[in-house]
């Protein structure tokens, strides 16, 4: 289980860090960079967007809806200050003063090297690299190039900015027979990308020093098309794929009761007892006055008991009026100026909590992105449907939410003390 020396100094963090866990048969402490989960606060990373003209040849992907992407259809609802992005695209958007309105691609490594520059400078440690089993499949080639280009920049600027990177899969929209394809896109990216050498990969995240991989997307039941039963034959595919890696699980939030987001299945407990850390999936399960933190205590008063280690997760807000074509649900969760952020860092904190998950690094979809986005007054226009784009508050800086993140990390390293206020910039 986590382990934590208090009081410990800024260096003397990064050094223990780098040597704690390691088993026999791990990379020497002098190559590996990040042996456990311990105290880290980790960001998720969809890069699935492309942009028209980028050499990914997928047009407007994930930025664009089903009626494409021009005013009044789009997916996303925030829109990102690209002022400091080299490689830029134009949308068909345009701001209210008539200026075209750009765009960035993942599939681009100066993107990638921006957004991990950010990762550094604000102090965030890393991310979890998201792998759409749907779209890395065989039956969707273009996917696959995709995901590897943006993974081989991510790697690239991991060891570059000494930040933190794992492999994350995620299961939505796959049928049982599409699981298949995890255990052998795995064992491909280890054969092309080296993953898991310490000397080619040295930021590649350990725990207890072995390589994490997570499976996102485990328990639902919102009527997925696989089951319980065979997440558990990809975990055992997985183990004989390669029998060193630590498993993740990102499983519903009410998962110990197997209640309200949970399949009634006993069965996720014990697939939960396999693996070696879960991380329960609280984007959209409470506002600023519904969060209970208490659940926390609780949830890692069972991991502890079954020898599972707990990572919560945090969100700043949540919107997804244009990907869903609902204009009730722009705002559905507001930021609130980031209270409702730093309530979820403190509460994890103070209940016990280790580590961090933040949902998400770049997810404009849905509204939970922490890097830089424009304010409300700045969002280029949308149409005359009533559609429009979502802006950060207006009085914060566009990169307020790499900034908090960044200051609940520095609580979490043990570097600085913080309470339930939200701290000062």
């Not at 183990?239 to 309200?260: C, E, F, N, S």
């Not at 020898?307 to 969100?315: C, E, Q, R």
């Not at 403190?346 to 998400?360: E, I, N, R």
């Amino acid at each position: 289980m986590f382990c934590i020396s208090s009081g410990i100094s800024a260096s003397l963090w990064a050094q223990n860090h780098t040597n704690q866990g390691l088993k026999k048969g791990s990379a020497h402490p002098d190559e590996l960079r990040y042996t456990s989960y311990d105290q880290l606060v980790m960001a998720g990373y969809q890069g699935w967007f492309a942009a028209q003209g980028d050499a990914s040849q997928r047009g407007w992907h994930h930025y664009e809806g089903k009626c494409g992407f021009e005013p009044g259809c789009s997916t996303i609802d925030f829109w990102p200050d690209m002022r400091e992005y080299t490689v830029q695209y134009p949308s068909p958007f345009v701001f209210a003063d008539g200026q075209k309105a750009y765009l960035y691609s993942p599939y681009d490594a100066a993107t990638i090297d921006l957004h991990f520059k950010w990762m550094q400078e604000y102090g965030i440690d890393g991310v979890h690299m998201q792998r759409f089993v749907t779209e890395i499949k065989a039956s969707s080639k273009n996917g696959k190039r995709h995901f590897n280009q943006v993974l081989e920049n991510a790697l690239k600027s991991a060891k570059k900015y000494n930040r933190a990177i794992s492999i994350m899969y995620d299961l939505s929209g796959c049928t049982a027979a599409d699981l298949m394809w995890v255990a052998s896109d795995l064992k491909e990216l280890q054969a092309v990308f080296h993953l898991f050498d310490a000397t080619e990969n040295p930021t590649y995240l350990h725990h207890n020093g072995r390589p994490l991989v997570s499976i996102w997307g485990v328990g639902f039941n919102d009527k997925r098309k696989y089951s319980t039963a065979d997440v558990e034959s990809l975990v055992t595919a997985l183990k004989k794929t390669d029998p060193h890696i630590a498993l993740l699980l990102g499983v519903p939030y009410y998962w110990r009761t197997l209640g309200k987001d949970t399949e009634k299945n006993p069965l996720l407990l014990e697939l939960i007892k396999k693996c070696d850390l879960i991380m329960p999936w609280a984007v959209g399960r409470y506002h600023l006055k519904t969060y209970d933190a208490t659940m926390i205590a609780q949830d890692i008063a069972w991991t502890q008991k079954n020898g599972v280690d707990y990572i919560p997760l945090v969100f700043p807000g949540f919107s997804w009026g244009n990907l869903k074509n609902d204009q009730s649900s722009y705002n559905a969760i507001p930021r609130e100026n980031g209270d409702f952020l730093w309530m979820q860092i403190a509460g994890a904190k103070k209940q016990g909590a280790q580590a961090l998950y933040v949902a998400m690094f770049d997810e404009i979809d849905e509204g939970t992105a922490i890097y830089k986005v424009l304010n409300q007054k700045d969002v280029p226009l949308n149409g005359n449907s009533g559609k429009k784009f979502i802006g950060i508050e207006n009085d914060l800086p566009t990169d307020y939410y790499l900034w908090l993140t960044g200051q609940g990390a520095l609580w979490f390293h043990q570097q600085k003390q913080f309470t339930d206020l939200k701290p000062k910039r």
